[in-house]
């Protein structure tokens, strides 16, 4: 279910262009417009929900199961020799797109910008 005004929903329905790295029914994964680092890639549920407040349980789980398969294609295609995953939630928290995303940064040692 695709919410108006959403531009994550916008992405999965093709309105905005993304760099895809992974699709099926339920999830969609694409670089992140601001690479933190090389391969920083964002995992969303199609089903739009605002955050982990609101995400049932379901979703939730389809989410999540897809995230080692899309760690290690990342891996394998950037070579990092480690990994940060990260869910904001709300503003405070530095959540400033309201549809439920987890951040895949890869890692690459002293000096890869990120901290
Ligand atoms: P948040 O701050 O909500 O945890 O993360 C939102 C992320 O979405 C940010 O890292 C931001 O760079 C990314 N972002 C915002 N708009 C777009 C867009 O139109 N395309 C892509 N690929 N990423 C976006
Ligand atoms: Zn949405």
């Known amino acids: 279910m695709s919410h108006e005004d959403c531009i994550f929903c916008k ?3 093709g309105e905005i262009p993304s760099a895809k790295v992974y699709e ?3 999830v ?3 670089l992140d417009i601001s690479q933190v680092t090389k391969g920083h890639t ?3 549920p199609k089903t739009h929900t605002k955050n982990i407040y609101e ?3 379901e979703v939730a789980k389809e989410l999540f199961a897809r995230v080692p398969q899309i760690a290690n294609a990342i891996k394998d295609t950037y070579n990092p020799i480690g990994m940060n995953l990260l869910n904001n939630n709300e503003e405070p928290a530095d ?3 309201f549809h439920l995303h987890i951040h895949i940064i890869p890692r690459y ?3 890869d ?3």
Request: without cysteine; hydrophobic residues 35%.
């Open 95 to 97: 959540q400033s797109v």
């Open 109 to 111: 040692g002293d000096g």
């Open 28 to 30: 969609y994964a694409f």
């Open 42 to 44: 964002l995992v969303i």
């Open 55 to 57: 995400t049932p349980p």
């Open 24 to 26: 099926d029914d339920k």
């Open 11 to 13: 992405i999965i329905d």
């Open 113 to 115: 910008g990120y901290s």
